[in-house]
């Protein structure tokens, strides 16, 4: 007994030293093939209007963002843009400008997607490019509220999308999905297929449909429609895929993922889903919602982006840790690279963490993570373990592997306390490899890149200047800009505002609501277009506009909006509406339940008036043309103390907007 007792504690101590002061290895080969193709790392922009601000940015500043987020070997270094096909609706932080507003109407100078597609491909020829809609104008529904209401009707109109981006901007469109995060159609993918392959567009490959099961069933039910999907998009996979998916065989993506708050907790959600996405799931391209926070914080998911940069009237932006753990595998393997198989370079680390391996044939990169799983900020929950403890890793390097004798070390360590910054992609020394192997030690919440490639750069310029609140006074009369673009500052809410020509030269360039049918939504339209700008937590303000309104029109201005996004539908405020039939209303609401105050005013379709909104003191006061007429006390109205101004229009009817002036 006293024997046995003994060699169970020795062998014990032993396992316990054994385990303490050795490493846990790990094969890295290519003996026996490889995994699945790498397609890269892409940004989101839109779903919806998540870049609005950016545009408006001065340079130097707008360009180091760009480089910040697409420059090759300086940060993120983004290999995938996948953008919004706008559609006129809301689609989370605003809406974004169709192609179409209407049937016999086209035009691809609209919004700034087109831009920042260019500017991307200007960075980095290789980028692939991906286009999606959200919301479509309301003529494509004809009568419904969906995009299949006539299938052919709808590809045509996505495929002229892509057509335009060849036509008008040299932009060649890879990808291209169905219906963000709504239901699919048989029929209208295989036609979209169809005649994609017939416009001489075979290389515009299909994404298809965010819902993993039904579009997976779906694959192993229709050999045709298996063919026509190039790759299962899937949103928010907590980095996990089902057996039924994979077994379709084909190439899986996670098209949208993160959504996080881009501090150093978020930069740890990001690392880790970006390595366990193929680890658990076998995707093999990851996009962040969304690439760049260029909207206000006061709008839904403030600043769940790989950068923030919203702020275009001090220049100031915001490199986040979510560029630099990017970096790690962007800036050392390249799409068409190829993961090592899972248990050859791919897998989940004993004690907590994982790592992946790609290789180009001849280069190899390992990129190592190690997050901790206590913080339940990150979208989705993971798969376990969900402890990570400090540990000594070895690597033992096969196959073709074998010779390679050094490689590079880029390492980051995030930290959460806020005691110490995190320590974000540094060079360290280059790693010996002896007989093929090499150990190293990894503590929790660390990322380390070891690779032959001699690239990587830690991209940096001076900083950009400090943060400043909207600037006030305000005004702009709209004639500095190109047509079709949107006005600075202005974030439309439902509806769109484009520059246009009034063709009276008293007005020049003015602001036009151009969304003259009810959208076919992704969420629930506004009633009412409306347009939002300046500071959420201003109490007073000072607010005028130039207004021309056609017959059975009207405009608004309001105040204190208290919820942008898909909220604005319900959205409290104080607003001011003026309509054609020379009568006013003011409600507390965008969906005009109560009506606060009514009479009659002096205004003709056709001609221009001015409008004002004073509030101070908890007094609104509202005139036309100079003339006072209302003023009310807000106390009792359930008007909120702060919000958003707002130009609008009561309903979606053309109207135009000049010499806006806030104080
Ligand atoms: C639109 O709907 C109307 C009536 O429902 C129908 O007659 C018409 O053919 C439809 N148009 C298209 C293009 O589908
Ligand atoms: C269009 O883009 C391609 C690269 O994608 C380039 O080679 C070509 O020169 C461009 N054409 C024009 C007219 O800019
Ligand atoms: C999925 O497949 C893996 C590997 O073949 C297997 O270990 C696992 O049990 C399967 N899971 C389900 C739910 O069938
Ligand atoms: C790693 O190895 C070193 C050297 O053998 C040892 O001192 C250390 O305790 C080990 N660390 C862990 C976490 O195992
Ligand atoms: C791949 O390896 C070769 C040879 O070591 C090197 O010259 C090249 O820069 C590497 N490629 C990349 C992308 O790092
Ligand atoms: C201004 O003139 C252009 C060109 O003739 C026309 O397309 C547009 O509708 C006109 N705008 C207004 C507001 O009359
Ligand atoms: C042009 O605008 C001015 C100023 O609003 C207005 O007085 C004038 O009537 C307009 N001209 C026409 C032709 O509408
Ligand atoms: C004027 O138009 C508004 C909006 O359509 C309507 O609510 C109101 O009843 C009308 N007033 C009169 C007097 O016709």
């Given amino acids: 007994m006293g024997k046995t007792r003994l060699q169970i504690l020795f062998f014990g101590l032993l396992f316990e030293f054994i385990s303490r002061h050795s490493a846990l290895s790990y094969v890295v080969s290519d003996v026996g093939g490889l995994g699945r193709r790498y397609d890269g790392i892409g940004g989101l922009s839109g779903g919806g209007a998540t870049s609005r601000l950016l545009v408006n940015y001065l340079e130097?500043?707008?360009?180091?963002?760009?480089?910040?987020?697409?420059?090759?070997?300086?940060?993120?270094?983004?290999?995938?843009?996948?953008?919004?096909i706008g559609g006129d609706s809301q689609s989370t932080d605003g809406t974004e400008s169709s192609h179409m507003h209407t049937s016999d109407d086209e035009n691809y100078q609209r919004g700034y997607e087109w831009w920042l597609m260019k500017e991307a491909k200007k960075r980095n020829p290789n980028i692939k490019l991906y286009g999606l809609p959200w919301a479509f104008p309301g003529w494509i529904g004809n009568g419904t509220q969906s995009p299949y209401a006539n299938i052919d009707v709808t590809v045509d109109y996505i495929i002229r999308w892509i057509q335009g981006a060849k036509t008008h901007h040299n932009l060649t469109i890879d990808y291209i999905g169905i219906w963000n995060e709504r239901p699919f159609n048989l029929?209208?993918?295989?036609?979209?297929?169809?005649?994609?392959?017939?416009?001489?567009?075979?290389?515009?490959?299909?994404?298809?449909?965010?819902?993993?099961?039904?579009?997976?069933?779906?694959?192993?039910?229709?050999?045709?429609?298996?063919?026509?999907?190039?790759?299962?998009?899937?949103?928010?996979?907590?980095?996990?895929?089902?057996?039924?998916?994979?077994?379709?065989?084909?190439?899986?993506?996670?098209?949208?993922?993160?959504?996080?708050?881009?501090?150093?907790?978020?930069?740890?959600?990001?690392?880790?889903?970006?390595?366990?996405?193929?680890?658990?799931?076998?995707?093999?391209?990851?996009?962040?919602?969304?690439?760049?926070?260029s909207y206000y914080d006061a709008l839904p998911y403030k600043r769940t982006a790989l950068m923030t940069a919203n702020e275009p009237w001090s220049g100031y932006y915001d490199v986040t840790d979510t560029i630099w753990v990017t970096a790690h595998t962007t800036q050392f393997s390249q799409p068409g690279w190829m993961y090592l198989r899972h248990g050859a370079g791919v897998q989940h680390l004993d004690k907590g963490g994982s790592f992946v391996s790609l290789t180009d044939g001849t280069n190899l990169t390992i990129i190592v993570e190690t997050m901790t799983h206590d913080h339940s900020v990150c979208i989705r929950p993971y798969l376990p373990p969900y402890d990570v403890a400090a540990q000594n890793v070895t690597f033992?390097?096969?196959?073709?592997?074998?010779?390679?004798?050094?490689?590079?070390?880029?390492?980051?360590?995030?930290?959460?306390?806020?005691?110490?910054?995190?320590?974000?992609?540094?060079?360290?020394?280059?790693?010996?490899?002896?007989?093929?192997?090499?150990?190293?030690?990894?503590?929790?919440?660390?990322?380390?890149?070891?690779?032959?490639?001699?690239?990587?750069?830690?991209?940096?310029?001076?900083?950009?200047?400090?943060?400043?609140?909207?600037?006030?006074?305000?005004?702009?009369?709209?004639?500095?800009?190109?047509?079709?673009?949107?006005?600075?500052?202005?974030?439309d809410q439902a509806g769109v505002w484009e520059i246009r020509d009034s063709n009276n030269s008293s007005h020049k360039y003015v602001m036009e609501q151009v969304v003259t049918d009810y959208p076919v939504y992704w969420c629930e339209a506004a009633r009412s277009p409306v347009s939002v700008i300046g500071k959420h937590s201003w109490r007073d303000i000072n607010v005028a506009v130039d207004v021309i309104i056609g017959a059975n029109g009207g405009a608004f201005l309001a105040h204190r909006i208290k919820s942008g996004g898909c909220q604005v539908r319900h959205s409290l405020g104080l607003f001011f509406m003026v309509y054609s039939n020379a009568t006013f209303?003011?409600?507390?609401?965008?969906?005009?339940?109560?009506?606060?105050?009514?009479?009659?005013?002096?205004?003709?379709?056709?001609?221009?008036?001015?409008?004002q909104l004073l509030i101070k003191d908890n007094e609104a006061s509202g005139f036309v043309g100079g003339k006072l007429l209302f003023s009310l006390q807000l106390e009792k109205d359930g008007i909120p103390n702060i919000g958003f101004v707002a130009i609008g229009t009561p309903d979606y009817t053309w109207a135009q907007f000049d010499n806006f002036k806030l104080e």
Avoid at 68 to 75: E, M, V, W
Avoid at 193 to 204: H, I, V
Avoid at 230 to 241: E, L, M, S
Wanted: hydrophobic content about 35%.
């Fill in 60 to 84: 130097p500043y707008r360009s180091e963002i760009l480089d910040y987020l697409f420059k090759p070997n300086f940060g993120a270094s983004l290999t995938l843009l996948k953008v919004e």
């Fill in 396 to 491: 033992n390097l096969q196959g073709s592997f074998a010779k390679i004798s050094t490689l590079n070390v880029w390492s980051s360590k995030l930290r959460f306390d806020g005691q110490q910054p995190s320590s974000m992609f540094v060079k360290k020394k280059p790693i010996k490899v002896v007989k093929g192997s090499f150990t190293f030690t990894i503590g929790p919440d660390e990322i380390y890149t070891f690779t032959t490639s001699v690239m990587g750069r830690k991209g940096s310029y001076q900083a950009p200047p400090p943060s400043k609140p909207f600037p006030l006074p305000y005004s702009d009369n709209f004639d500095n800009y190109p047509l079709y673009s949107e006005a600075s500052n202005f974030a």
């Fill in 187 to 293: 029929p209208y993918i295989k036609l979209l297929r169809k005649t994609l392959d017939q416009r001489g567009l075979k290389g515009t490959l299909i994404v298809a449909a965010d819902n993993l099961e039904l579009i997976s069933i779906a694959i192993h039910n229709d050999r045709e429609l298996a063919k026509d999907v190039a790759v299962i998009g899937v949103h928010y996979p907590g980095t996990t895929v089902t057996n039924y998916t994979l077994e379709t065989g084909k190439t899986i993506w996670s098209s949208e993922d993160f959504s996080t708050f881009n501090d150093d907790i978020g930069a740890g959600c990001w690392a880790r889903i970006l390595n366990q996405n193929y680890v658990n799931g076998m995707m093999t391209c990851t996009i962040s919602w969304n690439l760049v926070a």
């Fill in 585 to 611: 209303s003011v409600y507390n609401g965008i969906d005009r339940q109560v009506c606060l105050s009514t009479g009659k005013v002096n205004v003709n379709p056709g001609s221009w008036f001015n409008m």
